[in-house]
């Protein structure tokens, strides 16, 4: 009766040290996932667009619609000046309350199918003007809404008439150093065609250029020259929110984040998720909120893209801050954990792998031992 006891006892002990071995291995392994070399990678939406490297241009007639908004914050309110971009550079040189020598300016270029009078526009905006900065804001919705592939061929000239209008202001007493370059998903790459030309006309390079979740779609398989690169400006820095789909997953700053992953965001509402035109357009809120608070929103170094998509990356122990406190001696992969609540930013408690967004929403919705409907 012992020995059968004993027999009987060890089996079961047996039994528990295999099920929870079972249950480590699953575990590790939903935490570790990596795709097998058979599924290969993702290709993003439309990763190669046939023509779009064929020429565009814009004709006398439209060229008036494209526009430079003169965007300020005053006392009474915000004011914001339309400007034909052919003459804009000398109208500004007249406007006493635009300050181009003592002063920092900003050019912020939209985005597809997108337009200076947006509310998320007029944020980032009303921001650096607050910060005191020159502000201006491209108005090119009547061109960047023509079918996609045909709106990326525009990127091209948009971006070289505003380098122009860039370049042009050097003379009145804008300075390389004190110029940065902002733009949204199109508008990352039309501000780096506009990096390019006012390279080209001036011999020197903007001081920064933010990436917001630059566009995809057509510019995956071009070559860097032909969209934003880190040689468009002395520093670059790209915020990722949305690499497979309206976004691109490769490095294309000097410090690149990647939000929540880079794939998705969460959503504010935590049952209804974040899908691709959502998490897109969400960079834009995360650089206005960097804006308004600033170390807040701080990444954690990663090895690779790929940590950063499963936010493998908390075993580091560099960090950086995105927004105008941006290191730009750290330069890398930065992984950047975020809330799901507006304004989003986690400050010390992102660096905390237990309060990574997605994993500690999951716990906390399926912590029971016992699942019954």
């Given amino acids: ?15 528990i040290v295999v099920v929870m071995n079972t249950r480590e291995v699953w575990s590790r392994a939903a935490m570790t996932f ?24 814009i004709s006398p007639k439209m060229m008036p619609l494209l526009q430079i908004i003169v965007h300020r914050v005053t006392d009474k309110g915000t004011i914001r000046k339309p400007l034909q971009i052919t003459n804009a550079a000398k109208v500004v040189a007249k406007d006493k309350n635009i300050d181009l020598k003592n002063r920092k300016t900003v050019f912020y270029a939209v985005g597809f199918m997108d337009s200076s009078v ?8 009303n921001s650096y003007s607050k910060l005191g900065y020159n502000v201006f804001v491209s108005e090119t919705f009547v061109f960047l809404t023509y079918i996609y592939p045909k709106s990326v061929r525009l990127t091209r000239i948009i971006g070289k008439k505003v380098g122009e209008f860039l370049a042009n202001l050097t003379q009145k007493g804008l ?23 006012f390279y080209a006309r001036t011999g020197k390079k903007p001081s920064r250029i933010t990436g917001l979740d630059p566009a995809g779609p057509c510019f995956r398989a071009l070559p860097p020259e032909y969209r934003l690169n880190p040689s ?26 990647y939000v929540n992953g880079g794939e998705f965001q969460p959503s504010d509402v935590p049952y209804i998720p974040c899908l691709v035109i959502c998490s897109h357009l969400r960079a834009v809120l995360y650089w206005w909120q960097a804006l308004e608070h600033s170390k807040k ?25 995105l927004g105008l406190e941006t290191n730009f001696q750290k330069t890398g992969i930065f992984y950047l ?37």
Wanted: charged share 20%.
């Fill in 232 to 257: 468009d400006a002395e520093r670059v820095d790209v915020v990722h929110t949305n690499i497979d789909g309206f976004g691109m997953a490769e490095r294309m700053g000097h410090i690149d984040f």
């Fill in 1 to 15: 009766m012992f020995w059968r006891s004993t027999k009987t006892l060890y089996m079961a002990a047996v039994v």
């Fill in 34 to 57: 990596t795709p097998r070399s058979e599924i290969g990678y993702p290709a993003g939406l439309i990763p190669e667009c046939p023509g779009v490297m064929k020429n565009a241009s």
């Fill in 297 to 321: 929103f701080i990444g954690i170094r990663c090895e690779s893209v790929q940590d950063a998509r499963f936010a493998n990356c908390y075993n580091n122990t560099d960090n950086n801050y």
């Fill in 118 to 125: 947006f509310l998320q526009t007029q944020a980032v905006a």
């Fill in 175 to 197: 300075t390389a150093e004190n110029l940065e370059l902002v733009g949204l998903s199109l508008g990352s790459h039309v501000v780096s065609y506009a990096a390019k030309e």
């Fill in 337 to 373: 954990p975020t809330s799901n609540e507006f304004p989003y930013f986690m400050g010390m408690d992102g660096l905390k792998p237990e309060n990574e967004v997605y994993t500690s929403f999951i716990r906390r919705i399926n912590d029971d031992d016992g699942f019954v409907v």
